[in-house]
């Protein structure tokens, strides 16, 4: 599944792999997320999982996003496994540390490395991504069905504000979006 750039994932280099990866990842090449995530098999196993340095929850942004620090101090919600990832009513992306677009993934490709992070569980989804729920049949549908799990996602633009509160509207002052819930429909299901 290795979407790299000139790198192959190696199953006994695994700890290098991350190494390589984590490096590429903190100095803006967020191509190499898919490498990353791999390693982490590997690391899960000897009592170091996660990605992004063991982070409680799956935080799929370069360490240099402004973001990815306020991301941390989001409060968790019962029920839900949070997802943080740049997205829009269709896909999702990582960016590179100017803030350019590094990696583009499809629901289904994103359903894909989920599947491979350690830190999620399987669980139903909170997908802290820009309006990934404005459509009904858009980012956050698609990602229920390829997991068969209910996703919660915001309908307009979601801010993060340093304490990890969230906001979600045109600007972080107007929160007039809404989180709205997605049931898995197995008939819309992307192959």
Wanted: aromatic letters at 8%.
């Amino acid at each position: 599944m290795s979407r790299t750039t000139g790198l192959q994932y190696d199953g006994e280099k695994e700890v290098e792999a991350y190494e390589y990866g984590l490096e590429q990842l903190k100095k803006g090449n967020g191509q190499d997320l898919d490498l990353l995530i791999e390693a982490t098999d590997y690391l899960d196993s000897i009592g170091e999982s996660g990605i992004m340095e063991g982070e409680a929850l799956s935080i799929y942004m370069n360490s240099s996003d402004e973001l990815y620090n306020y991301a941390k101090n989001v409060k968790a919600i019962d029920g839900f496994e949070d997802m943080i990832i740049h997205g829009d009513k269709f896909g999702f992306e990582v960016r590179d540390k100017n803030g350019g677009i590094a990696s583009v993934y499809t629901p289904r490709e994103f359903a894909e490395i989920l599947r491979e992070d350690p830190n999620y569980h399987g669980g139903n989804i909170r997908l802290i991504s820009c309006e990934t729920g404005a459509e009904d049949v858009g980012a956050a549908q698609m990602l229920a069905n390829q997991l068969n799990v209910i996703v919660m996602a915001p309908t307009d633009i979601l801010w993060i504000l340093p304490d990890g509160k969230i906001t979600i509207g045109p600007t972080w002052r107007e929160n007039t979006g809404k989180w709205k819930i997605f049931k898995p429909k197995g008939d819309l299901k992307i192959k």
